[in-house]
């Protein structure tokens, strides 16, 4: 029986999130350049998106550009970012026909401006679509996120709108950029490394973890579905 058949419809988590790693690893493994690891890790997003709009999930957030990215080779961050808006681009007409809403979460402002202009085109274009929500994490880190959400916290102190006193969880959660989003339920890490890597560490607080050692250029959509099924099988008491 397929994954795909193994799968409760009724018990579906409402979020997935996953850090796409190892298009490096893969590529080195056939003896070919990083970047082409990336064109091939564009096959696996559009499975893992057709995936989870199959199924009805509700959001897929998607780590395509870490903040530390930003220190890579010059030129594995141009052909990264390019392949990256090109890529979104291209597949604007298929997100809105599939109802599909693009999402972006990340210091924005680092990107370059024609980057930034086309990633808010795509957005605008999909943002009255009511399906899947598909969230990209753009030059995005966990903890520029926390810092941020800080600085205007503190700034609403300073400025007499809050007390410390009011300063709670849902405060907090409402000033980072993933506001509008629910917590995911599910985080996938492909290609083998065990941790977190500055991504979402707020709001993977009871988040199920899932691991495995499938690069991310050759994970489909039974490997997505697989991740399901296994959060299926795992006993959710958010420290009850
Ligand atoms: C990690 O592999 C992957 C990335 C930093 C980028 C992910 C980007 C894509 C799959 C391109 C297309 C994405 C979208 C959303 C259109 P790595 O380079 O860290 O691999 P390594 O750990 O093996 O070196």
Redesign the pocket.
Known sequence: MSFKEQLDLINLPQHVAII???????AKERGYD?IY??QH??T??RECTEAAAEIGLKYLT?Y???TE?WNRDQKEVEA?ME??ID??ERETPTLDKNNIRLKAIGDLSRLPQGAYEKLKRCIEHTKTNTGLCLV?ALSYSSRWEICNALRHIAQEVKDGKLSTDEITDEIISNHLTTNEIPDPDLMIRT?GEIRISNFLLWQLAYTELYFTST??PDFRKENFFEAIVEFQKRERRFGK
Request: charge should be positive; aromatic fraction near 10%.
């Open positions: 796409m790693d190892g298009n490096g690893r893969w990083r690891g990336h890790g564009v696996s997003v998607l395509a550009f870490s990215n990264l392949l990256l890529t979104i990209l290609s690069h991310w």
